[in-house]
């Protein structure tokens, strides 16, 4: 756990914490002692390697569960690792890490999300503050975003539910939504007009590209960004919604809920 997490309520219901480091495999053995089932949900922030805590990382976490005989390793991937895109350094870091763990013993469930839907909420205040939404490429992508509070319970039903043993699952929400219908749902939260501040994609090309003579890893980074702004990213709800018996949130749902109840 991160030392700025929020821990206290799991603290008050029994959870043991452990503020670690993922770059370090004597932390990582140390907080998988004992565990029965482990979760990997982390990700890189700005200025950490992709190869150390996207792909080594995990594949420490693997094998420390390994030695542990832990009975399910749930991973959180990415919709699209599999399609084999060249320019996407953490595509290509998770899918290594799914090959490597279905080639283990440890009992495995991989779980694909979209995208997020909490990715929106800054986008959503800055709408409301100023009425502009900003798009970098095509309008008419779609993307099937997902409730974090969903992917959390569908991650913990995976730790232990046996249909879901050995397998993979792409996760979305339960719409598949337009990137220029996501303004709308803006409109409609907050009852103001909105304009779409919309630049090509080239436009992104050609300012990594000017990164790029400063900054290179900068630049080779921003290749997953560019990918994820370039493609579409949905999936048919209704085999998550069986299997982990499930009423997935539509993406009005979650922003009202968290932007305007919450305190």
């Given at each position: 756990?991160?030392?700025?997490?929020?821990?206290?309520?799991?603290?008050?219901?029994?959870?043991?914490?452990?503020?670690?480091?993922?770059?370090?495999?004597?932390?990582?053995?140390?907080?998988?002692?004992?565990?029965?089932?482990?979760?990997?949900?982390?990700?890189?922030?700005?200025?950490?390697?992709?190869?150390?805590?996207?792909?080594?990382?995990?594949?420490?976490?693997?094998?420390?569960?390994?030695?542990?005989?832990?009975?399910?390793?749930?991973?959180?991937?990415?919709?699209?690792?599999?399609?084999?895109?060249?320019?996407?350094?953490?595509?290509?870091?998770?899918?290594?890490?799914e090959k490597y763990l279905t080639r283990t013993q440890i009992p495995y469930t991989v779980l694909r999300p979209a995208g997020f839907a909490s990715n929106l909420l800054t986008l959503a205040?800055?709408?409301?503050?100023?009425?502009?939404?900003?798009?970098?490429?095509?309008?008419?992508?779609?993307?099937?975003?997902?409730?974090?509070?969903?992917?959390?319970?569908?991650?913990?039903?995976?730790?232990?539910?046996?249909?879901?043993?050995?397998?993979?699952?792409?996760?979305?929400?339960?719409?598949?939504?337009?990137?220029?219908?996501?303004?709308?749902?803006?409109?409609?939260?907050?009852?103001?007009?909105?304009?779409?501040?919309?630049?090509?994609?080239?436009?992104?090309?050609?300012?990594?590209?000017?990164?790029?003579?400063?900054?290179?890893?900068?630049?080779?980074?921003?290749?997953?960004?560019?990918?994820?702004?370039?493609?579409?990213?949905?999936?048919?709800?209704?085999?998550?919604?069986?299997?982990?018996?499930?009423?997935?949130?539509?993406?009005?749902?979650?922003?009202?809920?968290?932007?305007?109840?919450?305190?």
């Amino acid at each position: 756990m991160r030392l700025e997490a929020r821990y206290a309520d799991l603290e008050q219901m029994g959870a043991e914490i452990f503020i670690g480091d993922l770059r370090r495999r004597d932390l990582i053995e140390r907080a998988v002692r004992g565990a029965r089932y482990i979760i990997s949900a982390h990700g890189t922030r700005p200025g950490q390697s992709i190869a150390e805590v996207e792909y080594q990382a995990n594949i420490d976490l693997i094998e420390a569960g390994q030695v542990q005989g832990v009975e399910r390793f749930v991973y959180i991937s990415v919709l699209g690792a599999d399609r084999h895109y060249d320019d996407a350094p953490v595509f290509k870091a998770k899918r290594e890490v799914e090959k490597y763990l279905t080639r283990t013993q440890i009992p495995y469930t991989v779980l694909r999300p979209a995208g997020f839907a909490s990715n929106l909420l800054t986008l959503a205040r800055n709408f409301e503050r100023t009425g502009f939404y900003f798009l970098i490429g095509r309008r008419e992508n779609r993307t099937s975003l997902v409730s974090t509070d969903d992917l959390s319970e569908i991650a913990i039903q995976a730790a232990s539910l046996p249909e879901a043993r050995n397998r993979t699952f792409a996760i979305g929400g339960p719409e598949s939504l337009r990137r220029d219908e996501i303004p709308k749902i803006f409109e409609k939260l907050f009852n103001r007009a909105g304009q779409i501040l919309q630049l090509p994609i080239e436009a992104f090309d050609a300012a990594r590209t000017l990164i790029g003579l400063v900054n290179p890893v900068i630049s080779r980074d921003l290749g997953t960004l560019r990918v994820l702004l370039a493609n579409e990213y949905t999936c048919d709800p209704h085999e998550v919604q069986q299997v982990f018996q499930i009423e997935l949130e539509s993406l009005h749902h979650f922003l009202r809920r968290n932007l305007l109840y919450s305190t």
